[in-house]
């Protein structure tokens, strides 16, 4: 478990790159091909990982995932977020329909024919 930022200056210059102006709080800084924020403080981190650290004043427990209620990758209002496992994310992901992609082919493992269904 990588420690979470604690100085002031991190977390103005992280708040900084957050539009606030919708539901979604949209991180604005850079971002990873899947479209999640990525925050470069020391070393490089998952955005919505740190919204949820910071808002909760602690690390997440080692084996949870930081989950998205709004299913927008880029999103990091803590409202939008919860802990789950990784079952409860490949759930939600199928839940969603969203194509998982399989890394020796680069290819989505599931056709659009069986996505539908």
């Known amino acids: 478990m990588r420690p979470m930022p604690t100085t002031e200056a991190c977390w103005k210059r992280f708040w900084s790159k957050v539009d606030k102006n919708q539901a ?12 999640y924020g990525k925050f470069m403080w020391g070393n490089i981190k998952a955005a919505h990982r740190l919204a949820y650290e910071y808002c ?41 329909k969203h194509r998982i992609i399989n890394p020796a082919t680069g290819r989505p493992k599931w056709t659009p024919k069986e996505i539908t269904e």
């Not at 999103?75 to 199928?94: F, I, K, Q, S, W």
């Open 56 to 96: 909760n004043n602690g690390p997440i427990p080692a084996g949870l995932f930081v989950l998205h209620k709004c299913d927008t990758p880029a999103c990091v209002n803590p409202e939008h977020l919860y802990l789950g496992t990784h079952e409860d994310n490949m759930a939600d992901r199928r839940a969603r």
């Open 24 to 35: 979604c709080w949209l991180w604005t800084g850079g971002k990873c091909s899947g479209g």
